[in-house]
């Protein structure tokens, strides 16, 4: 799934290791976020969308989403 | 966070527990070898490498451990290392093809067993009904608890 959190982050001056320990995740989970290769959890996307103010949706990209 | 330190504190425990046990058994083993008369140089050198390996590994988890407890720090990176949801969805995924794989490895070794040895065809498809026998018993206790 696309995401804005590379973008996000780099806006803050956060590193990886700063957003995973603020969010409660490992860096390597916040590279393969960043790398559309692991999808999170509604859980990680709110805690990733509030910490930085925004809403879920404008974090992560849906409109690619497979629909049944 | 509490909760997880105490969790923490009753894992030490119980593994320098386990330490002292198998340091025990390692002196036995080191000394006393006349007492173990039923056993092996060879068993003997190969339970001595075993248990010497795994008292290394737990020296290394306890000072892990120890150093997490005293820092708040390491103690949340300790908390986020065990409840990462990347890293248990890949030892869910894992451990379920792990499973599989040991299953058709042992299925195909039994097969093939069976054209020279009865014993070991038997031993393999006993462990190949009893892991399938595991796979099926998790899959409905996981299936059933969530």
Sequence with gaps: MKTRIKELRKKHKLSQEELALAVGVTRQTITSLECEKYTASLVLAYKIAKFFSLSIEEVFDFSEMEEF | ?146
Excluded at chain 2, 10 to 18: E, G, N, P
Excluded at chain 2, 102 to 131: H, P
């Design chain 2, 1 to 146: 966070m509490k909760k997880f330190q105490e969790k923490v504190r009753r894992r030490i425990i119980f593994v320098s527990i386990l330490f002292c046990l198998f340091a025990t058994y390692i002196i036995i083993l080191l000394f006393f070898k006349d007492n173990l008369p039923g056993l092996s140089d060879n068993n003997r050198m190969f339970q001595l490498g075993f248990f010497s390996s795994i008292e290394l590994l737990m020296i290394i988890g306890l000072i892990k451990h120890i150093r997490a407890l005293k820092n708040k720090e390491k103690l949340k990176k300790l908390y986020i290392e065990e409840n990462d949801e990347r890293t248990i969805l890949i030892m869910q995924k894992s451990g379920d093809w792990g499973i599989a794989i040991s299953i058709i490895g042992l299925a195909l070794g039994g097969i093939i067993a069976s054209f020279f040895d009865q014993t070991i065809f038997l031993t393999l498809i006993g462990a190949t009904l009893f892991l399938s026998f595991v796979k099926f018993f998790l899959k409905k206790l996981f299936s059933y608890k969530y």
